[in-house]
Protein backbone atom coordinates (compact mmCIF):
# COMPACT_ATOMS: atom_id res chain seq x y z
CA UNK A 1 0.00 0.00 0.00
CA UNK A 2 1.28 3.49 -0.76
CA UNK A 3 -0.13 6.48 0.84
CA UNK A 4 -0.26 10.06 0.08
CA UNK A 5 -1.02 13.06 2.53
CA UNK A 6 -2.53 16.32 1.44
CA UNK A 7 -2.70 18.47 4.76
CA UNK A 8 -3.38 22.06 3.73
CA UNK A 9 -6.95 21.25 2.96
CA UNK A 10 -10.15 23.68 4.59
CA UNK A 11 -9.41 24.19 8.22
CA UNK A 12 -6.15 22.30 7.80
CA UNK A 13 -7.97 19.17 7.01
CA UNK A 14 -6.01 16.46 5.48
CA UNK A 15 -6.92 13.92 2.31
CA UNK A 16 -5.03 10.89 2.31
CA UNK A 17 -4.63 8.90 -0.91
CA UNK A 18 -3.94 5.31 -0.37
CA UNK A 19 -3.21 3.20 -2.98
CA UNK A 20 -3.31 -0.69 -4.10
CA UNK A 21 -1.61 -1.56 -7.37
CA UNK A 22 -3.03 0.93 -9.77
CA UNK A 23 -6.55 1.51 -8.13
CA UNK A 24 -6.72 4.32 -5.00
CA UNK A 25 -9.28 5.91 -2.24
CA UNK A 26 -9.51 8.90 -1.58
CA UNK A 27 -10.10 9.50 1.74
CA UNK A 28 -11.70 13.23 2.19
CA UNK A 29 -11.90 15.88 0.32
CA UNK A 30 -10.82 19.17 2.05
CA UNK A 31 -8.13 19.82 -0.23
CA UNK A 32 -7.53 21.18 -3.67
CA UNK A 33 -9.71 19.25 -6.55
CA UNK A 34 -6.47 19.88 -8.81
CA UNK A 35 -3.64 18.63 -5.92
CA UNK A 36 -5.68 15.83 -5.22
CA UNK A 37 -5.82 14.72 -9.82
CA UNK A 38 -2.26 15.96 -9.65
CA UNK A 39 -1.02 12.67 -7.11
CA UNK A 40 -3.53 10.58 -9.67
CA UNK A 41 -1.90 11.55 -12.89
CA UNK A 42 1.79 11.54 -11.80
CA UNK A 43 1.03 7.73 -10.06
CA UNK A 44 -1.15 6.93 -12.45
CA UNK A 45 -3.93 5.86 -10.23
CA UNK A 46 -7.53 5.27 -11.05
CA UNK A 47 -9.78 6.40 -7.69
CA UNK A 48 -12.65 3.68 -7.16
CA UNK A 49 -14.03 5.60 -3.82
CA UNK A 50 -13.96 8.75 -2.69
CA UNK A 51 -14.78 7.73 1.04
CA UNK A 52 -15.97 10.33 3.49
CA UNK A 53 -14.96 9.74 7.02
CA UNK A 54 -18.11 11.88 8.17
CA UNK A 55 -20.85 15.05 6.33
CA UNK A 56 -19.04 18.17 7.66
CA UNK A 57 -17.74 21.09 5.16
CA UNK A 58 -14.01 20.82 5.83
CA UNK A 59 -14.20 16.98 4.37
CA UNK A 60 -16.52 17.14 1.90
CA UNK A 61 -16.62 20.78 0.15
CA UNK A 62 -14.70 18.84 -3.38
CA UNK A 63 -16.29 15.69 -3.47
CA UNK A 64 -18.64 16.76 -6.50
CA UNK A 65 -15.45 17.75 -8.38
CA UNK A 66 -13.26 15.00 -8.00
CA UNK A 67 -16.01 12.55 -7.93
CA UNK A 68 -16.75 14.85 -11.76
CA UNK A 69 -13.57 14.40 -12.56
CA UNK A 70 -12.69 10.69 -11.52
CA UNK A 71 -16.20 8.83 -11.84
CA UNK A 72 -14.88 7.61 -8.02
CA UNK A 73 -17.81 6.17 -6.15
CA UNK A 74 -18.85 8.72 -3.02
CA UNK A 75 -18.99 6.81 0.26
CA UNK A 76 -20.58 7.79 3.10
CA UNK A 77 -22.39 6.40 6.54
CA UNK A 78 -25.67 6.09 6.27
CA UNK A 79 -26.00 8.52 9.71
CA UNK A 80 -24.39 11.27 8.07
CA UNK A 81 -26.15 11.40 4.70
CA UNK A 82 -27.94 14.12 6.15
CA UNK A 83 -25.40 16.03 7.46
CA UNK A 84 -23.59 15.83 3.87
CA UNK A 85 -26.70 16.82 1.78
CA UNK A 86 -27.47 19.79 4.05
CA UNK A 87 -25.14 23.24 4.03
CA UNK A 88 -26.89 24.72 6.73
CA UNK A 89 -26.07 21.34 9.06
CA UNK A 90 -22.55 20.99 7.69
CA UNK A 91 -21.27 24.33 7.98
CA UNK A 92 -21.39 25.41 4.54
CA UNK A 93 -24.02 28.37 5.21
CA UNK A 94 -22.31 29.12 8.66
CA UNK A 95 -18.72 29.23 7.29
CA UNK A 96 -20.06 31.56 4.36
CA UNK A 97 -17.97 29.58 1.85
CA UNK A 98 -18.69 31.65 -1.55
CA UNK A 99 -17.66 28.73 -4.01
CA UNK A 100 -20.22 26.80 -6.11
CA UNK A 101 -20.76 23.51 -4.40
CA UNK A 102 -21.19 20.79 -6.73
CA UNK A 103 -23.11 18.03 -4.62
CA UNK A 104 -23.99 14.33 -5.76
CA UNK A 105 -25.71 12.21 -3.56
CA UNK A 106 -23.60 9.18 -2.46
CA UNK A 107 -23.16 6.21 -3.98
CA UNK A 108 -22.76 3.97 -1.07
CA UNK A 109 -24.38 4.35 2.62
CA UNK A 110 -22.16 2.56 4.40
CA UNK A 111 -22.71 0.98 7.71
CA UNK A 112 -20.24 -0.43 10.64
CA UNK A 113 -18.30 -3.52 9.40
CA UNK A 114 -18.57 -3.07 5.52
CA UNK A 115 -15.48 -4.01 4.00
CA UNK A 116 -14.62 -2.09 0.68
CA UNK A 117 -11.88 -4.19 -1.91
CA UNK A 118 -9.23 -1.85 -3.19
CA UNK A 119 -7.02 -4.48 -5.34
CA UNK A 120 -5.62 -7.61 -3.03
CA UNK A 121 -6.25 -5.53 0.11
CA UNK A 122 -9.76 -4.53 2.37
CA UNK A 123 -10.84 -1.14 3.76
CA UNK A 124 -12.75 -2.15 6.87
CA UNK A 125 -15.18 0.53 7.89
CA UNK A 126 -15.84 0.92 11.65
CA UNK A 127 -18.14 3.07 13.10
CA UNK A 128 -16.60 5.57 15.57
CA UNK A 129 -20.17 8.27 15.98
CA UNK A 130 -19.50 10.86 18.75
CA UNK A 131 -17.98 14.04 16.45
CA UNK A 132 -21.39 13.18 14.17
CA UNK A 133 -23.61 10.81 13.81
CA UNK A 134 -22.44 8.67 11.05
CA UNK A 135 -18.79 9.43 11.93
CA UNK A 136 -16.10 6.50 11.02
CA UNK A 137 -12.49 5.13 11.05
CA UNK A 138 -11.26 2.99 8.04
CA UNK A 139 -8.78 0.55 8.54
CA UNK A 140 -6.46 -1.17 6.37
CA UNK A 141 -3.48 -3.09 7.59
CA UNK A 142 -1.52 -0.77 10.11
CA UNK A 143 -3.12 2.20 9.22
CA UNK A 144 -6.26 3.81 10.55
CA UNK A 145 -8.00 6.97 8.98
CA UNK A 146 -10.16 8.32 12.07
CA UNK A 147 -11.64 11.80 10.46
CA UNK A 148 -12.67 14.02 13.50
CA UNK A 149 -12.79 10.94 15.81
CA UNK A 150 -9.02 10.61 17.56
CA UNK A 151 -6.11 13.31 17.23
CA UNK A 152 -2.54 13.40 18.49
CA UNK A 153 -3.41 13.88 21.68
CA UNK A 154 -6.76 15.40 21.22
CA UNK A 155 -10.27 14.37 20.15
CA UNK A 156 -13.31 15.77 17.58
CA UNK A 157 -15.07 18.56 19.05
CA UNK A 158 -18.99 17.34 20.00
CA UNK A 159 -21.02 20.92 20.25
CA UNK A 160 -21.89 20.63 16.33
CA UNK A 161 -25.04 19.01 14.71
CA UNK A 162 -25.48 14.60 16.52
CA UNK A 163 -22.85 15.78 18.19
CA UNK A 164 -22.33 13.29 21.85
CA UNK A 165 -19.31 13.56 23.71
CA UNK A 166 -20.62 10.03 25.81
CA UNK A 167 -20.87 8.30 22.37
CA UNK A 168 -17.07 9.84 21.32
CA UNK A 169 -15.38 8.52 24.23
CA UNK A 170 -17.01 5.05 23.87
CA UNK A 171 -15.81 4.63 19.67
CA UNK A 172 -12.39 5.47 20.84
CA UNK A 173 -12.52 3.34 23.87
CA UNK A 174 -14.48 0.38 22.41
CA UNK A 175 -13.70 0.48 18.81
CA UNK A 176 -10.47 1.82 18.59
CA UNK A 177 -7.82 1.40 21.38
CA UNK A 178 -9.14 -1.99 21.16
CA UNK A 179 -6.25 -2.17 18.26
CA UNK A 180 -2.75 -3.11 18.34
CA UNK A 181 -0.32 -0.33 19.82
CA UNK A 182 1.28 -0.28 16.39
CA UNK A 183 -1.62 0.96 14.32
CA UNK A 184 -0.55 4.43 12.99
CA UNK A 185 -3.56 7.01 12.99
CA UNK A 186 -4.01 9.19 10.44
CA UNK A 187 -6.41 12.08 11.45
CA UNK A 188 -8.93 14.74 9.50
CA UNK A 189 -6.17 17.31 10.82
CA UNK A 190 -2.74 17.41 12.49
CA UNK A 191 -0.24 14.36 12.20
CA UNK A 192 -0.19 11.58 12.93
CA UNK A 193 0.27 9.30 16.16
CA UNK A 194 -0.14 5.69 17.05
CA UNK A 195 -3.01 3.57 18.81
CA UNK A 196 -0.60 2.87 21.62
CA UNK A 197 0.61 6.21 22.08
CA UNK A 198 -2.97 7.66 22.18
CA UNK A 199 -4.57 4.99 24.57
CA UNK A 200 -1.61 5.86 26.79
CA UNK A 201 -1.17 9.51 26.72
CA UNK A 202 -4.55 11.13 24.98
CA UNK A 203 -5.62 12.82 28.02
CA UNK A 204 -9.14 13.26 26.71
CA UNK A 205 -9.68 9.93 26.68
Known sequence: MELTVLSNGVFGSNTYIIANGNDCAIIDCGNRPEDVLKVLKEKELRARYIILTHGHVDHILYAGEIKNETDALI???NDDV???SNPVLNG???FGFDI???HFPPDCRLKDGDKLPLGDKVLDI?????????????LCDNMLFTGDTLFQLSIGRTDLFGGSLKQLSES???????????VVVYPGHGPSTTIGFERKNNPYV
Open 82 to 84: QLY
Open 126 to 138: IHTPGHSPGGISI
Open 100 to 102: DLL
Open 92 to 94: YDL
Open 75 to 77: CIH
Open 172 to 182: IKNKLFTLDDE
